[in-house]
């Protein structure tokens, strides 16, 4: 036997995730510019990071020969007084992603389930299986999270149901009282995980309530990041928020310096910036009806999205994915999704929409 021939078959049977093209790469195939070429493949930020931010980021160079502060006592400070939530229950990651596998790490195993939606962020499946736990993957309603079904999957063995909302890549969103009722009718041993990555883009009517259900429910866990409104993605840094009890056991499997002295103090400064976080929200408004409005012009259609991106039926996605590269555009093919006559768009600067835009339009004449 091999040596990788010996490792656990669930170890053997994760399919990698598969990350946004990243821009140098696209300019070396190609033979183009990075400035040429337009990225809308990931949920980034089109406007960057917020000023205040990269100033503290900068200011922080001085102790890099330093560890971190293996605990995020100013991040933590700051996000309990801003959210009016125990520092106790709050529990910081190397992104969100990291969080979600210390739920997975803490909670999950062989003998274990974790229920998550089909079309749901791939994360979810990719955290379980490498607990060797099995993943319950429940059949979508109109793209979304079917929360009834969701709810009769859950079996004997489950321990955690990961919902995102909005969902990603599909964009979707489940209102307060549908996830309200949900949590009521869930037996408190089964952890639900509200992944709420892309709340900051939802109009204010729509977010859920969320940080109010933490005191009624000891079995929720939510995590949102720094990688999306914030516009930190390199910096990698996100949170969990949690019974103080359930962020302990979370914090038992975290490494001790997860979350580097760049990325706190980044993130840190980037909470005290209220402004950016509006003109975020503005930019991927507006970007998002340039977007629609555009589908619509060349009469195509898409899933409905509440986060920084939709996804486009396109009809053969991987070939107008590969037309698109040619143009020097990037965007996401969702077929590992179960999508594959979609492709998923992040939200661009106006003058990115519109090069994607007329990228499509051209190679969807010549077809
Ligand atoms: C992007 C994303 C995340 C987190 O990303 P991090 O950069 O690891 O914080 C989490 N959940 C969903 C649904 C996402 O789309």
Redesign the pocket.
Same mark, same amino acid.
């Given at each position: 036997m091999t040596l990788c021939e010996l490792a656990p078959a669930h170890i053997r049977a994760i399919a990698p995730y598969q990350p946004g093209k990243p821009i140098s790469e696209l300019a070396r195939e190609m033979g183009l510019r990075d400035a040429d070429i337009v990225k809308l493949a /990931? %949920?980034e930020n089109p406007l960057g990071a917020s000023p205040k931010a990269r100033a503290a980021v900068a200011a922080s160079l001085d102790d890099l020969a330093l560890y971190p502060d293996g605990n995020g006592f100013e991040l933590k400070s700051a996000l309990a007084s801003g959210l009016g939530v125990d520092i106790a229950g709050i529990v910081l990651?190397?992104? /969100? %992603?990291?969080?979600?596998e210390l739920v997975a790490r803490a909670l999950l195993g062989p003998g274990t389930s974790a229920v998550f939606s089909e079309h749901?962020?791939a994360?979810y499946p990719l955290a379980t299986q490498a607990t060797g736990a099995v993943g319950i993957s429940v059949p979508a309603r109109a793209y979304g999270h079917d929360l009834v079904a969701m709810h009769d999957a859950i079996r004997e063995d489950t321990r955690v149901v990961f919902i995102?909302n909005p969902?990603?890549?599909t964009g979707t969103l489940l209102g307060a009282d549908e996830l309200h009722d949900f949590l009521v009718s869930l037996p408190a041993r089964v952890a639900v995980v509200l992944?709420e990555?892309?709340g900051e883009f939802l109009d204010e009517v729509l977010r859920a309530p969320s940080v109010g259900w933490l005191a009624e429910f000891p079995n929720l866990i939510l995590?949102r990041?720094?990688?999306?409104a914030y516009g930190l993605?390199g910096l990698?840094?996100?949170y969990a928020l949690a019974a103080p009890d359930v962020a302990d056991l979370l914090n038992r499997v975290r490494q001790p310096f997860n979350v580097n002295s760049l990325a706190l103090a980044g993130a840190t400064a980037a909470l005290d910036d209220g402004e950016f976080i509006a003109r975020s929200k503005a930019v991927n408004d507006a970007g998002m009806a340039q977007l629609v409005a555009g589908c619509e012009r060349l009469g195509l259609t898409w899933i409905p999205s509440f986060?920084n991106f939709v996804c486009i039926e396109v009809g053969d996605a991987a070939r107008v994915f590969q037309s698109l590269l040619h143009k020097g555009v990037i965007v996401r093919p969702v077929a590992n999704y179960g999508l594959p006559t979609f492709l998923r768009v992040s939200i661009g600067l106006p003058e990115q929409n519109a090069r994607f835009l007329a990228a499509l339009a051209e190679i969807l004449e010549q077809a």
């Open positions: /990931s %949920n990651g190397n992104g /969100s %992603n990291d969080v979600l749901a962020f994360v995102a969902n990603n890549p992944d990555a892309y995590t990041t720094f990688s999306k993605a990698r840094v996100g986060g």
